[in-house]
C-alpha cells in the first residue's frame, strides 16, 4: 500500500467518526437508550461549572483531573459536542503515531496500514471517542512519548510523561521500564538512540537476535544506575506532575486530591464489573477493609509487574502492552473502557508476531470476546431483570480472567523478542551494520 491509501483511510475514520457523532446526537434526542456515554455528562458538567468559576469537583463523581474540565469547556461555549469531536481527532492521532513508530523502524508500507486499521477500524475502539470517552487522548500522548524515546527527546518525553500520570494515574506502571531502557549503552548526551530495524521473516530485526548486542542483561543495565538520562528523566516528570498536582491543589484543595488521586489508589467498586474482586467488594462494601486485604489485592498485580519488565523491558512496546494487558486484569475494578488501554499498544507488536490470523488469531480473539459475552450474558440478566446471579457472574469474572491470561500467553509465546535500540558502540565497529 502507498502513503495515498494511509491518508484515504484517515479521510475515511475521520468522516466516519464525525457521521457517528451526529448520529449520537439524534440518538440522544430520539430514543431511550442513549448513545453518548454517561461519563461525557459528567465531564461536561464539570466543565461547565469550571466556565463559571467554580470547582468541577462540586458535581459529584467527577473524579479526572481539572486538565479535562478545561480542555471541555468550549462544550459550555461552542457545542456540547465538542469534547467528542476533540476525543475522536485524539482517536485519529493514535492512528497516525502508530504508522510513525513502525515507519521508524521501518516496518514495510503494507505491514504499518494493516497495524493502523487494527486501531482505526475497531468497532470498540471508534465508538470510545464518539461516544465521548476521554481514553483517546491518554493513548495519544503515551504514543507521543515512544515516539520520543525512541528519537532521543528525553525531556520532552518526560515532559508529556509526567503530564499523562497527573492526568490519568495509570501510566505510573511505566516508569520502571522507562528508566531501565534510557541506558548509557543507548542514550549518549548529543547522539540520537541507535534503533533495530523489522526485516522479513516474522519480524526479524537488522542483525540477528542472538547477536549479544540485542541481549537484555539486567546487570549491565543497572551497573550505572544514575546516569544522566534517568536522573533528566526522573527530575522532569516527577517536576511536571508535582506543579500541576500542586496548582490545581491550591485552586481546589483536598477535594481535587481526593477525586483525582487518591480515590483511584483506594477505589472499590460494588457494582458489578470485570474483576475478580468485584463480589467481594460487594458483600464487604460497607465493612472497613483490612490493611491486609488491601495489601494482598495489589500484591498479584505487583509480582506480574516485575516479572514482565525484567523479562521485555529493552522491547518496550511489547512490554507496555503485556503490562497493560495484566494491569488491568487483576485490577480490582474493570470496565470497558480500559481496554483501550492495551488496544492502542496492540498494533506496534503485531509486525513481529509469528501468529496466524486464520488459526490463532481468530482462536484467541474468539476465546477473550467469548469470554466476555458470557460476562454481560449474566450481567444483563443482574442489572436488566434483577435476578440475583452474583455468584454466577463472579465465575464468569474467573472465566474471562483466565482467558486475559491465555491470550497473554500465546501473544508472548509468538513474539519476536527484538529491543528497540542498538548498541551506540557499534558506531565504531568496523564488522557492524551500516547505521544511520
Not at 475497531?122 to 512519548?145: K, M, S
Not at 485552586?251 to 477525586?259: I, K, P, R, S
Not at 473502557?337 to 490470523?357: A, D, E, H, R
Not at 455468584?391 to 472465566?399: D, G, N, T
Request: hydrophobic share 50%; with cysteine.
Amino acid at each position: 500500500m502507498t502513503s495515498v491509501n494511509i491518508r484515504a483511510l484517515l479521510l475515511f475514520s475521520a468522516i466516519f467518526r464525525v457521521i457517528l457523532i451526529l448520529y449520537g446526537e439524534w440518538q440522544d434526542s430520539h430514543m431511550e437508550v442513549r448513545y453518548t456515554d454517561v461519563d461525557y455528562l459528567v465531564f461536561s458538567d464539570a466543565a461547565s461549572l469550571m466556565a463559571s468559576g467554580d470547582s468541577p469537583y462540586k458535581r459529584t463523581t467527577y473524579r479526572y483531573s481539572p486538565l479535562l474540565a478545561f480542555l471541555l469547556i468550549p462544550n459550555a461555549i461552542i457545542h456540547r459536542s465538542w469534547g467528542k469531536f476533540l476525543f475522536s481527532a485524539s482517536d485519529l492521532l493514535v492512528g497516525f503515531f502508530i504508522r510513525s513508530i513502525l515507519k521508524l523502524r521501518r516496518v514495510p508500507e503494507n505491514l504499518c496500514t494493516y497495524s493502523v486499521m487494527i486501531w482505526l477500524l475497531n468497532p470498540f475502539t471508534f465508538t470510545i471517542g464518539t461516544r465521548g470517552n476521554c481514553e483517546p487522548i491518554v493513548c495519544a500522548v503515551i504514543l507521543w512519548i515512544i515516539i520520543c524515546l525512541m528519537n532521543g527527546n528525553v525531556l520532552q518525553a518526560a515532559f508529556w510523561y509526567g503530564l499523562v500520570v497527573h492526568f490519568r494515574i495509570y501510566p505510573i506502571i511505566y516508569a520502571l521500564p522507562i528508566i531501565l531502557i534510557l541506558d548509557s549503552n543507548f542514550f549518549h548526551s548529543g547522539q540520537k538512540p541507535f534503533l533495530s530495524y523489522w526485516t522479513a521473516g516474522h519480524g526479524k530485526t537488522t542483525q540477528s537476535s542472538t547477536d549479544a548486542t540485542y541481549h537484555y542483561n539486567m546487570q549491565n543495565v543497572l551497573t550505572k544506575i544514575f546516569t544522566r538520562q534517568r536522573v533528566m528523566f526522573g527530575l522532569v516528570s516527577a517536576i511536571v506532575f508535582f506543579s500541576f498536582t500542586g496548582l490545581f491543589f491550591y485552586l481546589y484543595g483536598w477535594a481535587f486530591l481526593h477525586e483525582a488521586l487518591l480515590y483511584h489508589l483506594t477505589r472499590t467498586d460494588p457494582r458489578h464489573n470485570f474483576s475478580v474482586y468485584f463480589y467481594h467488594i460487594y458483600l464487604h462494601y460497607e465493612k472497613e477493609i483490612s490493611v491486609l486485604e488491601k495489601f494482598i489485592s495489589f500484591l498479584p498485580q505487583f509480582m506480574v509487574q516485575l516479572v514482565l519488565i525484567s523479562c521485555f523491558a529493552q522491547d518496550f512496546p511489547i512490554c507496555f502492552f503485556v503490562q497493560t494487558v495484566a494491569f488491568v486484569a487483576f485490577n480490582k475494578v474493570i470496565t470497558a473502557q480500559y481496554f483501550v488501554w492495551f488496544f492502542c499498544l496492540l498494533p506496534l507488536i503485531l509486525p513481529w508476531s509469528s501468529m496466524k490470523l486464520k488459526w490463532e488469531g481468530i482462536c484467541c480473539f474468539s476465546v477473550w470476546m467469548g469470554a466476555q459475552i458470557h460476562w454481560l450474558m449474566w450481567g444483563y440478566m443482574l442489572e436488566f431483570k434483577g435476578k440475583n446471579v452474583f455468584l454466577q457472574l463472579w465465575m464468569a469474572s474467573l472465566v474471562f480472567l483466565a482467558a486475559n491470561t491465555l491470550v497473554l500467553i500465546m501473544i508472548i509465546r509468538h513474539h519476536r523478542y527484538s529491543p528497540v535500540f542498538r548498541h551506540l558502540e557499534l558506531k565504531s565497529s568496523k564488522n557492524s551494520v551500516k547505521l544511520e
